[in-house]
């Protein structure tokens, strides 16, 4: 194993849970976190969408990485991303063009999603296949899990229902529906997050 990664294969999944958490710690990949999360169904799919991009994107990038020059690194990098983005525009309108119809452009967008070029420059480009597949399913997971939650949270409170079924007939708090409620949900995530991570590091 290259790059000074001196891990065991489960701490390469568990990283991107907790330590490494695109969306509470690292804070990547706000715009779909905040629009794709109006229910835990929506954030659910865009993060399976993104760890599906991840996982293969980093595995392709580990095997060219050693042919690619410098100077056309991130263009490459770019192109196998998109190359995936478009297999799985392809695969949700196919099979689940309902889920398609509701992520929207935000599908697209997951070829210039930080998380996916960040994890191919900072891991995949200095590592072997099976670790850099294990990065980014570990990484895919920890955002699949945030928006989910947020999702979750959103829905919750804004729809009084859970993973689209609706346990009361009353509306909730319509703010948690719109784009404030997004931030609002977010910020006390985060902060949930962090001060249980940091109760477990002591």
Known sequence: MTGGFEMGK????????IKENPTFVLLLGMCPTLATTTSAINGMSMGLATM?????SNMAISLIAPYVPDKVRIPSYIVVI??????LELVMKAYVPDVYETLGLFIPLIVVNCIVLGRAEAFANKNNVIDSALDGLGIGLGFTVSLTVLGLVRELLGNLSLFDWKFAESDGILAFVLAPGAFLALGYLIVIFRKLTSKKAE
Do not use: Y
Request: no cysteine; aromatic share 10%; glycine share 6%.
């Open 10 to 17: 489960l701490q390469l999944i568990t990283k991107g849970l």
């Open 52 to 56: 599906f991009v991840l996982v293969l």
């Open 82 to 87: 998109a190359t995936f983005v478009t297999v």
